[in-house]
């Protein structure tokens, strides 16, 4: 895929380009809590968008999208958002130039092979791989958490979904053979290594596609400030749901609204369980994760109400098929992936018994993706 790019960019802007590698993520447990300022365990993965890039000396901003076939222009001046995939480079425009740092027009081609609105974060992929391309070709001297900000930046103002810092944060750190415990409220992180030879990840496509999310996803942050601002009268010192311990919760449950409770209650617990799973990483033991895994998805779909019949399907599925260690679904919800973990020699058996089974019910054949983990945004 990047000679091809390679190729087709000489061929349409008559000139060399750089080309950035931005991937996509997995999140093994950690689901809902980063904008609680909760812990995550993404890594990024063996997929990503490919922006290959170069200056054309002007004030504009010329984008070729291979996939879709599509061409857009744009002023380096830019003031508001316009539409569709558009939207992420212009807000990215727009934040890098809001810092004080100074670009000028370039000319862009973009591909990829993250499938879209499949929970795996092509949308932060485009935005890191493009501000990496904007800070390498104009030597802004921005760090990749600088830019994973200004890719947070750009889904909260330029498109309208109030994200956490997860997905940003993967796709620019992430580390070949590890997956990222990090801390959303000091920011600090450590690799942990993911080296199961013995196992594979493999995300299942439920083919919902998680456009919708946008707005239930709001909701859900706003059902949670909720519940923080009650609990705050009884306890001044927290500020989010990760200050929260379960006795407090518990303690005060009359107080919150039914919904809310239910809310909060999920992400308390899921802090629990991330942490009893990182435990559970460091033993080498993959059985306590797993079940860790199958408790998350249980209170994302009962608790939190983001998951789908679909993906609920494939989770019950995933339980019932030998060697699988652990499965959930992956992301904000409403559609998109779950994340199984697999022992190596049963992904063969696992990923037919799974598709027959999803096409006996809901008549369409879900795409099956081993993935491993990978490097982050890079060069390629
Ligand atoms: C989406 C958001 C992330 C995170 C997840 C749920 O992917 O972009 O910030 O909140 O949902 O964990």
């Known amino acids: 895929m990047i000679k091809k790019l390679q190729q087709a960019f000489r061929e349409r802007f008559n000139k060399e380009p750089i080309i950035v590698g931005a991937p996509g993520r997995v999140n093994l447990i950690g689901e809902h809590t980063d904008y609680n300022n909760g812990f995550v365990l993404p890594g990024a993965v063996d997929k990503r968008i490919y922006v290959a890039i170069a200056p054309n000396n002007t004030n504009t901003i010329n984008v070729f999208a291979n996939q879709f076939n599509e061409s857009y222009s744009f002023s380096i001046d830019v003031t508001e958002p316009h539409k569709g995939w558009m939207n992420y480079l212009l807000g990215v425009t727009y934040h890098i130039q809001q810092g004080g740092k100074k670009i000028s027009g370039v000319d862009v081609m973009i591909d990829g092979d993250i499938p879209v609105g499949a929970g795996m974060s092509s949308s932060a992929a485009l935005c890191s791989g493009f501000g990496f391309a904007l800070n390498e070709l104009f030597q802004l001297g921005l760090s990749r958490m600088d830019l994973a900000f200004i890719g ?5 103002t330029f498109v309208g979904l109030q994200c956490g810092i997860m997905d940003q944060f993967a796709s620019l750190h992430g580390k070949k053979g590890h997956v990222m415990k990090l801390d959303c409220r000091s920011l600090e992180y450590e690799y942990i290594p993911f080296d199961f030879p013995g196992y594979k990840i493999v995300l299942v496509n439920s083919m919902v596609s998680h456009s919708l999310a946008g707005s239930e996803y709001n909701v859900r942050r706003r059902q949670c400030e909720e519940g923080i601002a009650i609990l705050k009268k009884h306890y001044p010192g927290i500020n989010s749901l990760r200050d929260v311990e379960p006795a407090q919760l518990l303690q005060h449950q009359q107080e919150l609204p039914p919904v809310v409770f239910d809310r909060c209650s999920y992400v308390v617990y899921e802090k629990e369980r991330l942490l009893t799973g990182c435990e559970a990483l460091s033993k080498n033991d993959l059985a306590t994760f797993g079940k860790m895994m199958f408790a998350t998805h249980e209170g994302l779909s009962k608790k939190y109400s983001v998951s789908c019949t679909e993906l609920d399907f494939l989770v019950e599925c995933a339980q019932h098929i030998t060697g699988v260690a652990g499965a959930r679904m992956m992301g904000g919800g409403f ?30 054949t879900p795409e099956v993706y081993v993935t491993q983990v990978e490097d982050g945004v890079k060069i390629m």
């Open 335 to 364: 559609g998109g992936c779950t994340i199984n973990i697999v022992q190596a020699d049963a992904v063969e058996t696992f990923t037919n018994k799974i598709r027959s089974a999803f096409n006996g019910l809901f008549k369409k």
């Open 152 to 156: 947070q930046k750009t889904e909260h």
